[in-house]
């Protein structure tokens, strides 16, 4: 039988792995869901955005992100670490 910490454990989990599969199928993202999307902090995300991220302001308040711009970004951003990685 579960206790009720497993329980509550397992319930976060899958909670979590949800939400991800929903980041993944969503076409914007809100500036908290970038921010647990790309897994940034919220003040390098402000900065990427001043910095040159695409992104869209509704408002002049709220900030939202293109998902496939995201993933074009960090793509576009690969370093070659050769064999210092290992």
Known sequence: ML???LFDEIKCVIEN???KVALN??????FD???QYTALS?????????????CYKLGGRRT????TEVDAWVL???????????
Request: hydrophobic share 30%; with cysteine.
């Open 64 to 67: 939202f992100f293109k998902r």
């Open 42 to 54: 919220p003040n390098f995300l402000r900065q990427q955005v001043r910095d040159g991220l695409p």
């Open 33 to 35: 869901e970038c921010v």
């Open 17 to 19: 792995q949800l939400c």
């Open 25 to 30: 199928s969503k076409e914007f993202l809100t």
């Open 3 to 5: 206790t009720d910490q």
């Open 76 to 86: 576009k951003n690969r370093v070659d670490l050769g064999d210092e990685h290992e």
